[in-house]
């Protein structure tokens, strides 16, 4: 049985690319390749989707393989598939304090836009890491980008913004004599559109807007096997806050 074993897969392996082997005819090696599929996936998976999977999900090497060969080579469904299970695995380290970090700056060009952001993560060792300096760096660039963004998250929202924000758009004259079930609804689904535009972490990446800023900075928490957490962030623009002096008569 094991001796079989190993002609299915010698067989597979060899269909799989393109070498013929004496003694044996083309048919042997297609019916062995068929009954060893798994092996011909594992074959044409190369080193360099591999690599481009790792960069795409943060996950490890192994795992990049594996995810491949599970979707037959399909780099679409083997990115969905390592996502989520990334998103899982982050999910369960999100109570850990996360009291360690740096705190780092993005200069726009023309240095007229500036900002500081601060990335935490549970331990010193990670927080030496260079990879949390290029995420806290990708953090930076993207608050650059999006000038509607204030706050990291909707815990950061303050009730009293919320219920100022539902008055206003309750007293919209498109509303007016709608029902008040309607009017709920419809004042509900604008002020949550409305804060989604603050929020950070529900903003579209900027260099893969497939995927979430959450989304990203949950491939770099499988990627270094910590919490990490943007805790706060302050964004700079020249001249702002600032009023010009009143010219004399």
């Known amino acids: 049985m094991l001796y ?7 067989a597979s392996l060899c269909v799989a690319n393109g070498f ?9 090696f297609a019916v062995a390749a ?24 943060g ?4 795992k990049c393989k594996e995810a491949l060969i599970a979707a037959n080579g399909d ?18 380290k999100s109570s850990r304090a996360a009291l360690e970090g740096i705190v780092e700056t ?27 300096q290029e995420l806290a760096k990708g953090i930076a660039m993207q608050i650059a980008a999006c000038p509607s963004v204030e706050v990291v998250s909707d815990k950061d929202i303050s009730p009293d913004f919320i219920e100022k924000e539902k008055a206003i758009e309750s007293a919209s004259e ?11 609804k419809i004042v509900n689904g604008r002020v949550e559109k409305l804060i989604k535009t603050k929020l950070l972490l529900e903003q579209p990446y900027i260099r893969d807007p497939n995927m979430s800023v959450k989304d990203y900075i949950s491939s770099y928490i499988t990627k270094l096997g910590e919490n990490i957490v943007v805790s706060r962030f302050v964004r700079f623009n020249v001249g702002e806050g600032q009023t010009a002096p009143e010219e004399e008569e």
Do not use: W
């Open 75 to 92: 780099f679409d469904q083997a990115t969905e598939d390592l996502r989520a299970k990334g998103l899982a695995s982050a999910d369960k």
């Open 174 to 184: 498109d509303l007016a004599g709608k029902p008040d079930a309607i009017v709920e």
């Open 59 to 62: 996950a490890g090497m192994m």
């Open 20 to 28: 013929a082997v004496t003694g044996a005819s083309p048919q042997h």
């Open 34 to 57: 068929a009954r060893s599929p798994a092996v011909v996936a594992q074959a044409t998976v190369s080193a360099a989707d591999v690599k481009k999977l790792r960069d795409a999900t």
């Open 4 to 10: 079989k074993s190993l002609v299915l897969i010698v």
């Open 106 to 132: 993005y200069i726009h060009t023309g240095a007229k836009l500036g900002v500081m952001v601060e990335v935490n993560c549970e331990t010193d060792f990670v927080a030496k890491n260079p990879v949390l």
